[in-house]
């Protein structure tokens, strides 16, 4: 079992930047792909950035490759993801996510466990 609490949101203008992390309890974090998730209001959740267990893969939508970053520490129970030059698009709910499966896995059902979300809001 892992439980999952995300922190870091916030508002911000158009350019700037956030931080955000998730805590993750669970003897099994070290060996989880990691991700994080956003939806907007009245869209659909959708897939922003991965990590594998060992730091060694990430990957990104193409919406925020170049503008985003995600980051693990294992000895922490953590993963980040550190947000620059955002835009009023980026606004939404942001999840983290564990999954016990490995590779390239970017939709939500493969996800097993998922936190609360931390909202984030980007104005113009």
């Known amino acids: 079992q892992v439980q999952l609490v995300e922190s870091g949101g916030g508002s911000v203008q158009a350019g700037g930047s956030l931080r955000l992390s998730c805590a993750a309890s669970g003897r099994t974090f070290s060996t989880n792909t990691m991700a994080w998730f956003r939806q907007a209001p009245g869209k659909e959740r959708e897939f922003v950035a991965l990590i594998s267990s060992s730091s060694s893969t990430t990957s990104y939508a193409d919406s925020v490759k170049g503008r985003f970053t995600i980051s693990r520490n294992n000895a922490k129970n953590a993963v980040y993801l550190q947000m620059t030059s955002l835009k009023p698009e980026d606004t939404a709910l942001y999840y983290c996510?564990?999954?016990?499966?490995?590779?390239?896995?970017?939709?939500?059902?493969?996800?097993?466990?998922w936190g609360q979300g931390t909202q984030v809001t980007v104005s113009s």
């Open positions: 996510a564990a999954s016990q499966q490995l590779g390239w896995i970017t939709r939500g059902h493969q996800y097993d466990y």
